[in-house]
C-alpha cells in the first residue's frame, strides 16, 4: 500500500482554497462549481503526486486559470479550515471529494468554523453526515436540470417509481446497475463516481499510534500467520525467539517458525493492512473518533 501523509494532504488542499479566494479573488461558488467539474480533485481516488508535487499557483492557473491580483502571504483560517474538513470528511466516510462538494458546498463548510473549529475534527465529520445522509445527488441533479421525472424515465429507460426512490433516499444510487450510472451520468454530464462511494483505504505511519488498530492489524495478521502470538515492535530486531510468533511492524511482519525466519509476502501483508484499517475507519465512526 502507498504511504500518504495526511496532515501534508489536509494543509495543502485548504490552503489552497484560501489562496483561490483570498489572493485570486475568485467567488466561492465558482471555486466550489470547477471542483466539482474538475477531474484533476480525484486524486485521492488516484494518483496523489500531481496535487502534492505542484505549487498552489500552479494548480491555481492550471485549473481555475487564475492568478494572484494581490500577494498576501496569508491563510484565511476559515477557509483553511474547510479545505481541511472536506478530506477528514471524504476519507473517513468513504466518499469522493467531488462528490462532498456537491453534497455539501464549500459556503456552507466555511459556516461551520465559528463552531466547529475547535471541537474534535469527528464533530464537524458528525454534523455533515448528519445532512448528507438524506440528500440524493440524483435530486440535486434533476432539481437544476429542466427535466421532469417522467422525461427522464422515458429517456432512460427506468422506472419511474425508481427513479422517485433514487430522489429521496440516497442509498437508492447504489443499487443502479453499471448501465444505469453510466446513462445518468453522460444525460447530466456528470462523471459516474457522483454515483459512487470512494475504495480510498488511506495508510499513514501515525495509525501505528493508535493500540485500537494495532490489536485489529494483530488480529488480520493472525489469520494469516496463524500463530497464536503476535507481537508489535517499532524496531526491526529480532530478540527472544519463541518456537511460533509473529513481529509485526508497520511495514511488514516477520514470521517464526522452529527459529526459521521468513517474512510475510507483501500482497498478504498489504490484505490485512487494509482489513485492519477499513475496520478500524468503521470503529472511528461508531464510537464518534476521528479516523484522520
Known sequence: ???????????????LLSFLILDCSLDIDIVNGKIISSSFFDFLEND?????????????SAIFGARPLNITNKYQNDIVFAGESYISI?????IPLRKMFLLYPLDKMIELFPVYHEMSPFRVIEKVKQEIDHISVFSLLLSNSNYSLMQLANILDIDRRQLTKLCSDPKQEEKLTVKEKRDISKLFNV???????????????????NEVFIQLMKDEIRKISQTKKVTFSLEQSINNLTKVETILHPTDAIIIR???IEKMPSYLFDFALEKAIEKYRQYCLLNQLAFC
Open 258 to 260: 522452529n527459529k526459521k
Open 191 to 209: 462523471d459516474e463516481l457522483f454515483f459512487s462511494s470512494s475504495n480510498l483505504v488511506p495508510y499513514y505511519f501515525a495509525i501505528w499510534k
Open 90 to 94: 471524504s476519507i473517513s466516510l468513504g
Open 1 to 15: 500500500m502507498i504511504t500518504v501523509d495526511i496532515r501534508l494532504i489536509k494543509s495543502k488542499f485548504g490552503q
Open 48 to 60: 496523489i503526486s500531481p496535487f502534492l508535487n505542484n505549487d498552489i499557483k500552479d494548480i491555481a
